[in-house]
């Protein structure tokens, strides 16, 4: 009953303010194209100046059709002056100002048709019928935002509460990050008192390590130089203590191209380009080179393909010389490395697997308390880490701004879906926005979260989402979220206005902080008052 009587009171108020404004407009003169409220800036007793001052001239000439003002002032009816603005009275319905070079064009762009009065065009007054539509507009959008702002004050009201709960939890975090940090640095310090026991005793098994190593090198070292002395001498066939190209050339092992025959090129290849070699050159110089296409010589390897022989020998004459480099390397990386991941990896039992030995009972035991206190310290920094990644996201979370009162705080961790005929679209307010074809399950990154970009005086009825995935051959793409008052948070359409160029509308209760129903139609009507 209340809401009917509302309704009827505003027809009632309505009536008076448009009988009102036919009154006043009827009793006070004015020229054609003057609003109500600048009426007296034309008195029709007096010469007329122009409002930049640059001209006065007689009232008979305001409105003559010639443009005598630089401001357009004196021609608010005529579309003399191109500049000029036509006030529209309209009535029944809203006022609003055209340019003048739209008065007399055969155009009706005032509802009351004020704008033709010279054209011979014939313009229907449907301002009434204008203003009701528009009324009656006004009145669903404003029981809308009704509606929209209860629940934009309970959102706005979960937004405050969650925003206060993170900040004590922030504030709960950084004391127990100060805790976790003693406790860190007490797990380092126990870690390494037990590294240096450790070390001590484990110096001994470090040197046995390194003797076996050694022996083990000097082991292959000793049976390669055996080897090589062995084939030496079976290609020395005149006992000379030299092998020579007319003696490899007696070898078919050494016939690269596979022609036949073992060229001098090919032998002096196999020389290091020498004519001769003694052993220590030999061993030094050719063996390297030698070795593989002895072993393919024996039957030891067996290329894939005749082809490929030379490339695959050539391949294993240069893993060998790798190897044997790598293998005089060892002790000089050893004496090197002396970072703290080394000195744990040495002082961990069973790094070295190929020289591994057993440790005594108590060498294991401070060996085992080494372990126990690394795994300790790490717990504690892994610890300390969490704490300070929970940090930074409530952090990233209070520099958000989700408007002057929080109210649309309760869209973070939500996503709204719009689907056209060939994609979903998802909208996660403060974090993406998305494509995805109803055809595949990939999805396309539109924009990530950048910024409020609305006007100065409403930031937060726009939102930028950019650095989305690059368009083929085009730009990131970016995303444009246009935000209006709903009764429920929903993507009402998406459209692609320029290529990679997204514009998402969308609908909250957390937008819906308007004027009610009545003020704007007094507002309009404000000027013919």
Known sequence: MNL?????????LLTFFVFV????SSQVPRPRGVSLSRAALYPPNKDFTCFDGSATIPFSKVNDDYCDCYDASDEPGTSACPHGIFYCTNAGHKPMNIPSNRVNDGICDCCDGTDEYGSGKECFNNCAEMGKSAREAAQLRAEVVKAGKQVRAEMSQKGVHAKHEKQNKLQELQRNKEEAEKLKQEKENLKHEAEKLENAALEYYRKLEEEAKKKKVEEEAAKNRAEALETFKKFDSNQDGLVS???LQTRPSFDKDRNGEVSDEEAKWFLNGQEEVDFEAFINNC????????LMDSGLYTPPSADETVSEVDDMQEGQAEEEHEANEDEEEEE???GEDNEEQEATPGAHEEYSVTYDDETQKLVDQANNARTAFQDAEAQVKDIESEMQRIQEYLEKDFGPEEEFAPLQGQCFEFSDHEYIYKLCPFDRTSQQPKSSSSETRLGTWGH??????????VQTYDKGQICWNGPPR?????????????????SEPNRCEYVF???TPAACHEQLEGSDVRDELHDEL
Request: glycine share 6%.
């Open 4 to 12: 009917l009587q509302n309704s009827e009171l505003s027809k009632l």
């Open 336 to 338: 090197t490395d002396d």
């Open 505 to 507: 509308e969308f609908v």
């Open 21 to 24: 404004c036919g009154t006043l």
């Open 245 to 247: 190209v007319q003696e």
């Open 478 to 494: 970016t995303t444009i979220v246009k935000i209006d008052c709903g009764s429920e948070n929903k993507v009402i359409s998406v």
């Open 452 to 461: 409020w970009s609305g006007s100065e005086s409403n930031k937060y009825r």
């Open 287 to 294: 063996w390297t080179s030698i070795k593989p296409y002895m």
